[in-house]
């Protein structure tokens, strides 16, 4: 996997950083769903093609503003891609970023119960799926995919400290690619997974698709994926010390199971 050769496997995120620990967040899992056996939604518009993108559509914010500049959208835009899982009992939308050429990471829950699933890129291209691994320590996905990926993004060395400025980088309500501004406001217990320890708290929006996104720094470097919306407007991040942790442990990730259970 070709990812940060030479550099030193991380632990659990540091404890000397400002924590939000035991705050009260009611969380909502970020993957859009639609119910209902045997009814498919329609697929969502085709993302426009590179050349039909001007900047306002190219990545806004949530909230319909102009997308800061400080890190470059036209750069951002192929790491994204959006994800539609068709489920043995409905379907449901999140997003994911290359890891490398041939692996997407995303939350578990935008793939578990998959009776198949459709990735897109955004230009358009539609890519298949070779197989689908993830882990029981946290909400983190792999999916290996059977042809090239337009682009991937960088893993940050380092967790962010609170007040770092964060980009989230994803397809909300699986429709056209946002960017989402905010800042880290501390650490705070995983609600969800009790031995994952620490995960990030933001104030950059999330909606429901926007699970498995890329949190970027300024740097355009990832440092957490989405998998959760909070109250107040907040978001949760797995810190990107977890994901690195995690894959450098080779029996973490493991083929995940489909709706059929096969």
């Known amino acids: 996997m070709n990812r940060h050769h030479g550099r030193a496997p991380r632990g659990s995120l540091r404890r000397t950083r400002t924590s939000v620990a035991h705050a009260a967040v009611a969380l909502v899992l970020v993957a859009g769903t639609t119910a209902g056996c045997g009814v498919l939604p329609p697929l969502p518009d085709p993302v426009p093609a590179p ?5 306002d559509e190219a990545a806004t914010l949530l909230d319909g503003e102009p997308a800061d500049a400080t890190v470059d959208d036209t750069s951002l835009r192929p790491m994204a891609v959006r994800i539609r899982n068709v489920q043995c009992d409905g379907v449901s939308t999140g997003s994911g970023f290359a890891l490398d050429a041939r692996t997407l990471v995303t939350n578990r829950h935008v793939v578990e119960s998959s009776r198949s699933l459709e990735i897109a890129t955004y230009d358009g291209q539609d890519i298949e799926v070779e197989e689908i691994l993830a882990t029981d320590v946290a909400d983190l996905a792999l999916v290996r995919t059977t042809a090239d990926l337009p682009a991937h993004p960088e893993l940050a060395d380092d967790d962010p400290e609170q007040g770092d400025d964060v980009t989230v980088v994803g397809y909300p309500e699986g429709g056209r690619l946002t960017l989402s501004r905010g800042t880290v406001l501390g650490t705070t217990d995983d609600p969800l997974y009790s031995n994952l320890g620490q995960v990030l708290l933001t104030d950059a929006e999330v909606e429901p698709g926007s699970s498995g ?41 493991a083929p995940l199971d489909g709706c059929d259970g096969g």
């Open 51 to 55: 050349s039909s993108l001007v900047p």
């Open 213 to 253: 996104s890329a949190a970027l720094d300024d740097d355009a470097e990832v440092i957490g994926v989405v998998y959760a919306k909070a109250d107040g407007g907040r978001s949760l991040l797995v810190p990107v010390s977890t994901l690195d942790s995690l894959l450098d442990d080779a029996g973490t990730f």
